[in-house]
């Protein structure tokens, strides 16, 4: 007999696998073994090539039913056994990802949109001279469909690359994570290029639109924003609104009524009801903001004009990054309050931090047991609870030192003073009814209910002491449970250090890993899912704020070659190069700070709200921001704004006044 190395079958992974004979695993288990499945391996030929010949085998010998899979077929059904057929994680990826390509394509409309309003006479003299307006919209799309193609085709090549060199790390440093293997199918080659296509065409395609659907002469005129002054702007408004209200009253509608469904619905159509909406409130944001900055000096003032001058551009440069920040803020306030909320349940349903369970009520813990767990580092204190009596429903009733009971408590209020017993909530009455195996003498005790609601009864030995002397026989000590250690972790202790001390409490107490117990592993457990998950939702959300960023420096770009001549006449007139790279600078600070702090206000509402949908039902809800993160989030939106600035302000300090002046 031998032991074999853990299963990478994640439904084994925790079991004891052991490798026998037939002879011996006969004089074990007293019979033959029966089988429920049969491994094979072939000679190299092809699984699929012989599966069915393998079942007509096997079905040949009486052996049925039978079901042939081949290895990968196996971890198909297993995987969906597991998740009952639902695959939740990859619907999550391809949300965020649903997210990334919404940004995307905010980022690719606004910057076709410049790059058309750059060649617009170059365009209309084009059509002066003949061209109709299907042919420059076909070059338009075609430009876009050669553009997404390139930039699809690097993407899903760069995204294999990046999986392989993931899954190599993963591969060289867990121990057992060899089921961890690279696989990537044709048709997920052909989606990412394909949508990574389409998206590019369909967001080249407004832009390409809206410039050839006016005439030669109407194109040497800026288009129009979307206002109530114009059909269009009133109709994106007008639906904005009812989307806005309509979604909004759902979200509130699924807080209130904790209610995850009708609130994420609310979501999907309050979201883009803000967006739509985003043409009245962003630039007026920008420019008010901006409007602090105009008592600093010429550039500040300039800056501050400049960043509003076009807004429909700057609605959909701002637009892009509202949404990543947006959906992070939301994910950070709602991670906050899931853990904030979760750990006042758990101190409402666990009176100490940590208990040790010992079974065996003839080998009780001790004084001396409780020494060895208060040596261990990250341990505060300890109370031994031992059984002294039963309860009139058949609960072990235990008793501990009143002063040792105050050291571990997480609610000191709950202490049972003299005639006084700590009971779980649900018990009747005010009283307890105990009495000492053997002798049957009935003692009524006060009852002291703790917000816990599986807590064994507890008095103070004070009080155990007051009780008839117990019944020593065999009997009556086997009608009562084993006994129990109370520990206070000490405050600010990591998960890390609380998994040590679990460990270390299992080794010095000589007792099994599933005997340590408590409200701070479950903590930690939860806190370190939540923190895993918000980790996970970061990095890709990170993705789309980085796109939104990427649109941000090119906005500006693109600004730098509209104001060429601007640019330089202010130089003729007296701005430095550096007064120039810093009202470009303070531009982009203005678009990228303003959305940064719209997203995080909005995220945070959305965090809240879908926090209560989602845990209302659960625990009484907490709301707690993250200011920290909240305001890195912001920094790192201003950072990353003034950086994507650095290139285009230097492109516009190098160019000379006389050479700007001469440019068409």
């Known amino acids: 007999m031998g032991l074999s190395k853990p299963s990478n079958d994640p439904s084994m992974g925790a079991a004891m696998l052991l490798t026998t004979n037939h002879s011996l695993f006969e004089r074990l288990a007293g019979g033959a073994p029966s089988y429920s499945g049969v491994l094979i391996r072939t000679d190299g030929t092809d699984p699929i090539a012989i599966k069915d010949g393998v079942g007509a085998a096997l079905k040949a010998t009486g052996i049925s039913p039978t079901e042939v899979l081949t290895a990968d077929e196996r971890i198909i059904a297993d995987v969906a056994s597991m998740s009952g057929g639902e695959d939740e994680l990859t619907m999550v990826l391809l949300v965020f990802a649903l997210v990334a390509f919404v940004v995307t394509g905010l980022v690719v409309m606004n910057t076709f949109s410049v790059l058309i309003a750059q060649r617009t006479r170059e365009l209309a003299l084009l059509r002066t001279l003949g061209a109709v307006r299907a042919q420059i919209r076909r070059s338009v799309l075609l430009e876009a469909l050669v553009i997404g193609l390139l930039a699809s085709t690097l993407g899903v090549l760069l995204a294999t690359g990046v999986m392989a060199a993931l899954i190599g790390i993963l591969a060289a440093n867990v121990d057992g994570a060899s089921f961890a293997v690279l696989s990537v199918s044709p048709m997920s080659v052909i989606v990412g290029i394909g949508a990574g296509t389409l998206m590019t065409l369909i967001a080249a395609w407004v832009p390409a639109r809206h410039a050839m659907g006016v005439a030669p002469l109407a194109a040497l005129r800026p288009a129009d924003d979307a206002t109530l002054k114009n059909k269009a702007g009133l109709v994106r408004i007008i639906l904005g609104f009812v989307l806005l209200l309509l979604g909004g009253g759902l979200l509130a509608m699924g807080a209130f009524t904790n209610n995850l469904v009708i609130a994420f619905g609310g979501g999907l159509l309050s979201f883009p009801g803000v967006l739509l909406l985003a043409s009245l409130f962003l630039p007026k944001s920008v420019s008010a903001v901006g409007a602090l900055f105009r008592g600093t000096g010429v550039p500040a003032r300039l800056a501050s004009l400049n960043a509003v001058r076009n807004p429909g551009r700057t609605t959909a440069t701002a637009t892009a990054l509202l949404i990543g920040v947006t959906l992070v803020s939301m994910m950070m306030v709602g991670a906050q309050t899931a853990k904030v909320s979760l750990n006042g349940t758990l101190a409402e349903n666990y009176l100490v931090d940590l208990t040790v369970t010992d079974y065996d009520p003839q080998n009780p813990f001790t004084q001396a047991d409780a020494g060895k767990a208060r040596s261990i580092e990250g341990v505060q204190d300890v109370a031994v609870l031992n059984p002294v009596a039963l309860s009139g429903g058949g609960q072990t009733v235990y008793a501990t030192d009143a002063a040792d009971l105050r050291s571990v408590l997480n609610d000191v209020s709950r202490i049972p003073g003299p005639g006084e017993v700590l009971a779980a909530q649900g018990n009747p009455g005010t009283t307890m009814k105990v009495y000492v195996q053997g002798n049957k003498q009935v003692t009524d005790l006060k009852m002291i209910l703790s917000e816990a609601t599986s807590v064994a009864p507890v008095m103070s030995t ?175 939106s201003v950072l990353a704004a003034l950086i994507a600035s650095v290139a285009p302000a230097r492109r516009a300090a190098r160019l000379s006044p006389v050479e700007g002046l001469a440019a068409e």
């Open 462 to 636: 004070e009080t155990a002491a007051t009780l008839p002397a117990a019944d020593p026989s065999a009997e009556a000590q086997a009608a009562m449970d084993g006994s129990f250690l109370w520990i206070k972790v000490a405050p600010g202790t990591s998960s890390a250090q609380v998994q040590a001390i679990s460990k270390d409490l299992s080794k010095e107490l000589n007792v099994q890993d599933y005997q340590v117990g408590g409200s701070v592993l479950e903590r930690q457990m939860f806190s370190q899912v939540i923190d895993m998950m918000l980790m996970i939702v970061s990095g890709l959300l990170a993705v789309a704020v980085f796109i939104a960023l990427i649109g941000v420096a090119n906005t500006l770009s693109l600004s730098v070659l509209e104001r060429t001549r601007e640019n330089s006449l202010l130089r003729a007139l007296g701005l430095t190069r550096g007064q120039l790279r810093g009202m470009l600078a303070l531009e982009a600070v203005l678009i990228g700070g303003v959305a940064a702090l719209l997203g995080v206000i909005l995220g945070s509402l959305y965090g809240a709200l879908g926090a209560q949908s989602a845990l209302g039902e659960f625990s009484g809800v907490i709301v707690s921001l993250p200011w920290l993160q909240l305001a890195s989030v912001i920094g790192i």
